[in-house]
């Protein structure tokens, strides 16, 4: 049997390279917002594929954005976030949401899905490649002064408000989610 000097030296020794195994599975906070963007992608990508061109028009009520508008809107927003993190917007983008939706509002159905896959990429690179030093940097989202970070995570919920709402449109049309099936 062990002395109890022993067993406590075992203890104590398993005991210490706990904290550096238990760090290394933890996500940091960009891991995690990485992933919630590729899982957004995966989503928005998926109901553009899931919803007919027709069904592109659908709008609840006259006043609120058809599908194909919600999917633009996507499209707009990962490309024009970005730049207040300070990140160049891709090539081709217009300067601005207002000049970004007009030309993004003329793609058709599969222009708009190759668009809405090369967006999220961007929005996708854009997270993955900040070091944290430009993270914790300010930045401003519509007028309030945050940190890159915090500016990243509002943006996001203002994407998620999105997908909730193509997903409520694709209900409505008897559109079954792909990762729903």
Do not use: C
């Not at 599908?67 to 207040?84: N, Q, S």
């Not at 900040?130 to 914790?136: L, P, T, V, W, Y």
């Amino acid at each position: 049997m062990l002395s109890k000097s022993i067993r406590i030296a075992f203890v104590a020794a398993f005991l210490a390279t706990l904290p550096g195994t238990v760090s290394a599975q933890m996500q940091t906070w960009k891991d995690v917002q990485v992933a919630d963007v590729q899982t957004m992608k995966d989503k928005f990508v998926g109901l553009a594929e899931a919803f007919t061109e027709a069904q592109y028009d659908y709008r609840p009520m006259e006043g609120v954005r058809s599908v194909k508008e919600v999917l633009a809107l996507a499209v707009v927003e990962a490309h024009i976030f970005p730049t207040a993190w300070g990140v160049t917007a891709p090539a081709g983008t217009g300067t601005g949401f207002g000049p970004e939706n007009q030309r993004v509002g003329a793609l058709n159905r599969a222009q708009l899905i190759r668009e809405l896959n090369s967006a999220f990429d961007h929005l996708i690179g854009a997270v993955r490649n900040m070091d944290e030093a430009k993270r914790n940097e300010p930045s401003t989202y519509f007028g309030r002064q945050m940190p890159v970070h915090a500016n990243i995570a509002t943006g996001m919920a203002d994407m998620h408000e999105h997908l909730g709402q193509l997903i409520a449109y694709a209900r409505a049309n008897r559109v079954v989610p792909p990762w729903s099936r």
